[in-house]
């Protein structure tokens, strides 16, 4: 077993890597962490940021995922799986796990934001429009702000 201020020092430094933006390293530093604490809902997310990061949606997923095995209701690991199936153009999908993360925290703007940016989409794909990346870009930018309530 592993002193607690070793694993700390492990974790504090995969998080560190991540706001270095060395995701690649951070993901090594957080496998390392959960082979010596693998019930940590935290050390699961941080591997699932620095998988994601790097586009590897399939294991930040299930990264992602095993956080909410441990802790159902962590609200990162439910809008991580959600911009991971936004990311892939599964958007219906992607809405369920908004609506997860409004119905826990209701007062938080983004999901929202999700959420409508996400209909604009499926709305989109279903009337065969298309919608340049710049308006969307825009339109974030503006539910952001508050400017456009969904």
């Given at each position: 077993?592993?002193?607690?201020?070793?694993?700390?020092?492990?974790f504090?430094?995969?998080?560190?890597?991540?706001?270095?933006q060395?995701?690649?390293?951070?993901e090594?530093?957080?496998?390392?962490?959960?082979k010596?604490?693998?019930?940590?809902?935290?050390?699961?997310?941080?591997?699932?940021?620095?998988?994601?990061?790097?586009?590897?949606?399939?294991?930040?997923?299930s990264?992602?995922?095993?956080?909410?095995?441990?802790?159902?209701?962590?609200?990162?690991?439910?809008?991580?799986?959600?911009?991971?199936?936004?990311?892939?153009n599964?958007?219906?999908?992607?809405?369920?796990?908004?609506?997860?993360?409004?119905?826990?925290?209701?007062?938080?703007?983004?999901?929202?934001n999700?959420?409508?940016?996400?209909?604009l989409?499926?709305?989109?794909?279903?009337k065969?429009?298309t919608?340049?990346?710049?308006?969307?870009?825009?339109?974030?930018l503006?539910?952001?702000?508050?400017?456009?309530?969904?």
């Amino acid at each position: 077993m592993q002193s607690g201020t070793y694993l700390r020092e492990s974790f504090d430094l995969g998080n560190s890597l991540l706001n270095l933006q060395r995701y690649e390293e951070a993901e090594h530093e957080f496998e390392a962490f959960l082979k010596l604490d693998s019930l940590d809902v935290q050390g699961w997310y941080g591997l699932g940021v620095s998988l994601y990061q790097q586009r590897k949606y399939e294991p930040a997923k299930s990264a992602y995922q095993k956080s909410l095995n441990i802790y159902p209701k962590y609200l990162d690991a439910l809008v991580g799986i959600g911009a991971i199936l936004r990311d892939q153009n599964r958007f219906s999908e992607s809405e369920k796990y908004w609506l997860k993360v409004v119905e826990l925290d209701s007062a938080n703007v983004n999901p929202w934001n999700e959420i409508g940016l996400v209909k604009l989409k499926i709305f989109s794909i279903k009337k065969q429009l298309t919608f340049p990346e710049k308006l969307l870009k825009w339109i974030r930018l503006m539910l952001y702000h508050g400017i456009i309530l969904v």
